[in-house]
């Protein structure tokens, strides 16, 4: 059981490039979630899914997409990186067990993405 | 949205001292606050968590209480340890999948 795993760790672009951070989990969880973290920022929720073939955005979507064809798979595309993209990039997931409306949030071990 | 504000920032203690940090949120229909500990390089894990139908939680030395009030709610280490130093975060939200986050603590235990 890996839980949850992101590839790459790390990553270099070039403004105006375009990459898709990989993030998948063999937990059977329901609900994922991609946050971005900056110093002295916390982390901020860029989209989430609540299941196979659901997205919706979160507090800071622009700049990203997101699709979700699978329950253990839910990548983030950046369309035309920017340097204000620089960020250590976290996955998340929770089960959506019915009748549990809130559970543990896994998190993986991050892409520390660089814009150039 | 929701709006979390977390205090304070950086904080120093003693070991064998208590830590307190203090999360504020915004929207009253958030129900579920989290804690989150956060080493260097490492990715946050969940600590603590607590829902609005409870006042306190405690696991060992570990406590949060809730004011859904006034609208705060407090992370409590107690009897601090050097293996206690890192970043804490709160969150705040309706579920679990959709958080708003603290900009974090960070918390230094002295030997």
């Known amino acids: 059981n890996a839980g949850v795993t992101q590839t790459p760790k790390f990553q270099v672009l070039k403004t105006g490039q375009s990459m898709t951070l990989q993030c998948a989990q063999d937990?059977?969880?329901?609900?994922m979630s991609w946050y971005r973290q900056d110093p002295g920022m916390g982390l901020r929720l860029i989209h989430y899914?609540?299941?196979?073939?659901?997205?919706d955005q979160g507090e800071v979507p622009n700049g990203y997409n997101v699709s979700r064809s699978t329950t253990e798979d839910f990548p983030l595309r950046l369309l035309s990186a920017a340097p204000s993209q620089t960020s250590v990039y976290f996955c998340?997931?929770?089960?959506?067990?019915?009748?549990?409306?809130?559970?543990?949030?896994?998190f993986g071990p991050g892409t520390r993405l660089t814009v150039l | 949205g929701e709006n979390v504000e977390q205090h304070p920032s950086t904080l120093s203690v003693q070991e064998g001292d208590s830590a307190v940090i203090k999360c504020t949120y915004s929207?009253?229909?958030?129900?579920?606050f989290p804690w989150y500990k956060q080493e260097l390089g490492k990715r946050p894990q969940l600590i603590i968590d607590i829902r609005s139908n409870v006042g306190e939680k405690k696991d060992q030395r570990i406590a949060v209480t809730l004011n859904k009030t006034a609208k705060h709610f407090s992370l409590h280490i107690t009897e601090t340890q050097p293996e206690d130093s890192a970043v804490y975060f709160c969150a705040a939200g309706y579920n679990d999948y959709k958080l708003s986050f603290g900009a974090g603590t960070t918390v230094t235990v002295r030997a």
């Open positions: 998340a997931s929770s089960t959506g067990t019915s009748g549990r409306s809130y559970n543990e949030q896994f």
């Open positions: 929207d009253s229909a958030s129900n579920y």
């Open positions: 899914s609540v299941g196979a073939g659901i997205t």
């Open positions: 937990m059977n969880h329901e609900y």
